[in-house]
């Protein structure tokens, strides 16, 4: 079983809906927990940034974690054409730098 | 959170020869971080560089294949060395950000290498 999993899609939607993007983990020494976005021919930047359990908001981005059942999510309201890119979970234990991604989920929303 | 630039952006390679990609980063930092990114993989982390020592590998990467230089604090070297078609990939530099809880790493734009 891999550490962190996540459905690599594609995901197609239309322009204003709800996304919903999902990685479940196996280490559950895992502590801190971010997404990333990737456009094309881009490098990844961070989107959330999430410690421990909880939900935590930022616009129409909100990042979930729940360490019970070792998942964590990202939903996006009024999804928009310019959220099209591929989503990487990552995340790492306490007192380690190292994060370990999922294999992302490309997301193209359609006008 | 710092600008980093990788160079070359991208590079078409023959097998058997070596690649070196560069990564600058417009602050001081204590450590870089190489990344490769295969066509439906995670990133998987190569290396972890720190300014003054020698690098630290991930399972499964060598130093003799992916020897690291880190001579300053600004700046890192990947060597992509004696190439198949298999090391066909992104790779991807990284650094630290932030403070406390909120460390995390942040990315340059990659460099995408196609070998034939």
């Known amino acids: 079983q891999k550490e962190v999993e996540q459905d690599p899609g594609p995901l197609s939607v239309p322009e204003g809906a709800i996304v919903s993007l999902n990685c479940t983990y196996s280490?559950?020494?895992?502590?801190?927990f971010m997404w990333y976005r990737q456009y094309s021919r881009k490098g990844p930047e961070l989107l959330m940034y999430?410690?421990?359990?909880g939900n935590k908001e930022d616009g129409r981005f909100t990042a979930q974690v729940d360490k019970s059942s070792k998942y964590i999510s990202l939903f996006i309201r009024d999804s928009q054409p310019s959220d099209s890119a591929t989503y990487l979970c990552?995340?790492?234990?306490?007192?380690?730098?190292?994060?370990?991604f999922g294999k992302g989920t490309k997301l193209t929303v359609n006008p | 959170s710092a600008v980093i630039s990788q160079k070359p952006s991208r590079d078409i390679c023959q097998r058997g020869t070596s690649l070196t990609i560069q990564c600058q980063v417009d602050?001081?930092?204590?450590?870089m971080f190489w990344y490769r990114q295969q066509p439906g993989q995670s990133l998987t982390l190569i290396a972890t560089?720190?300014?003054?020592?020698?690098?630290?590998?991930e399972s499964g990467f060598v130093i003799d294949k992916f020897p690291i230089s880190r001579p300053n604090l600004t700046f890192s070297t990947l060597t992509v060395s004696n190439m198949s078609p298999e090391d066909s990939s992104i790779y991807l530099c990284?650094?630290?950000?932030?403070?406390?809880?909120?460390?995390?790493?942040?990315f340059g734009p990659g460099t995408r290498l196609l070998v034939l």
């Open positions: 990284s650094v630290e950000g932030g403070t406390g809880e909120q460390e995390t790493q942040y």
């Open positions: 280490n559950s020494a895992f502590q801190y």
């Open positions: 999430t410690y421990s359990s």
């Open positions: 990552a995340m790492r234990v306490g007192g380690s730098e190292k994060l370990v």
């Open positions: 602050s001081q930092v204590t450590m």
């Open positions: 560089a720190n300014q003054g020592s020698e690098a630290t590998y």
